[in-house]
């Protein structure tokens, strides 16, 4: 059974930094783009960021471009978001995801992904 398990999610202060983790178990997605995405209260679920497969290339929206990294350890078949100078608005529940085509890299669109996290909680106090 494919379980995606995020963990790191907390209360912050703006400006401070967190770093979220998740776990896959079940199979390996070491050939798989990941992404991590995120849902506010009363809002949409919206893209957040995803990496390839190898790690070699990421792509971020523009609200966290400069402020966030996204990464992975295929060894431990772990992807990390490092979050960084962080605002209020980035209040939200965070959710990772593989997608559903090994070696493609795509991904900015929920509908893209196959497995999804149980999401963990991020709260940015101003």
């Known amino acids: 059974q494919v379980q995606l398990v995020e963990s790191g999610g907390g209360l912050v202060q703006a400006g401070d930094s967190l770093r979220l983790s998740c776990a896959a178990s079940?199979?390996?997605?070491?050939?798989?783009?990941m992404g991590w995405f995120r849902q506010a209260p009363g809002k949409e679920r919206e893209f957040v960021a995803k990496i390839s497969w190898s790690g070699s290339r990421s792509y971020y929206a523009d609200s966290v471009k400069g402020r966030f990294t996204i990464s992975r350890d295929n060894a431990k078949n772990t992807v990390y978001l490092q979050m960084t100078t962080m605002k209020p608005e980035d209040t939200a529940v965070y959710y990772c995801a593989v997608v559903r085509t090994p070696r493609r890299w795509t991904g900015a669109y929920s509908e893209e992904y196959s497995y999804w996290g149980q999401g963990t909680q991020v709260t940015v106090s101003s």
């Open positions: 079940g199979r390996t997605f070491s050939n798989y783009t």
